[in-house]
């Protein structure tokens, strides 16, 4: 059984370091009307003359009251990416510990892996996409410090069972990182309610898909206190800029557009999933709880060059674990989607 201690877990050097404090750390009544001169800055106001909030403390408050957890228990990223490096780094002791990934899954824990220095073993998906728990768990060595779980997965684009990481979570003593980047377009829930009950969950989240803000680069990550606390250390002071923090704020505040949209890539993502399973070439279309449909084809170079020759950029994942001559194609708008169906009826 489980027996998660995060003081074990953490890189003894992260566990020792004092975390640098900002200017903007060390005072934060920003609703008095004060003299800034501590922070070195520009006084000439141009909008952004003036260093972030270093916390994201108006962002962090509103996302919280949304996914019913503590402010403490977030962090924030510039993308998901720097999220999940910030992870490697605060509890992976490089050429010592490891990690364990789920492939055909998400490419860029792999490369982390290899950024950090941190072996990854490797345990392929069941041929339905889903984990193999016994080869999991059977993998996990005393160095093992992390496994990543991507539900809905990537780019399968399937949920993995409750069960399975239930399974997981029960029986490792590190951090399980579940990537929830797609979980807006399932019909299951987040996985965000359950953190109160394994204290070993690190979830992540990004705002680049169901909230249409990939330009804007923020991710999200929901875990304990203490392991967001751990986090904190290490992360640089303004990770976060204004402009983002402002956008991401004013997008979070209108649920409701978010909410019409993902509505509206549902019922494309049915009418699209319908019309790949009668085109000649495609084989097989996978079910999909994400914003894509991966589907298997005769001869997926061939198929994708003749797209791009149309003008229509899609992913060719064959090169992927079990993925052989499989293509994924991004659910657009309904315009987008029709010109795709009308490129597919005229390949040959």
Known sequence: MNKFDINKLVRANVARMKPYSSARDEFTDFDKEMVFLDANENPFDNGVNRYPDPQQRSLKSLAASQKNVSESQI?????????????????????????????PTYGMYNVLAGTNDVANTEVLLTEDFQLDTKGILNAVSDTTKLIFICSPNNP??????????????ENFNGLVVLDEAYIDFAAAESWISQLKNYPNLVITQTLSKAYGLAGIRLGLCFASKEVIAILNKIKPPYNV???????????????RMIHNEVDTLLDNRKTLAAVLKDVDFVEKVYPSDANFILTKVDDANKR??????????????STQA???????????????NTTLINALNTIQ
């Open 156 to 169: 399968t684009g399937n949920m993995i069972k409750p069960d399975l990481i239930i399974e997981v979570l």
């Open 241 to 255: 800029n204004a402009l983002t923090q402002d956008r991401a704020y004013d997008r979070l505040s209108d649920l």
């Open 304 to 317: 994708y060059n003749q797209l791009i020759e149309k003008g229509i950029v899609v992913r060719n994942r």
């Open 322 to 336: 079990l993925c052989e001559n499989t293509l994924r194609f991004t659910v657009g708008t309904k315009e987008e």
């Open 75 to 103: 962090l924030l990223g510039n993308g998901s990416d720097e999220v999940l490096d910030l992870i490697f780094r605060a509890f992976c002791n490089p050429g010592v510990d490891g990690i364990i990934t789920v492939p």
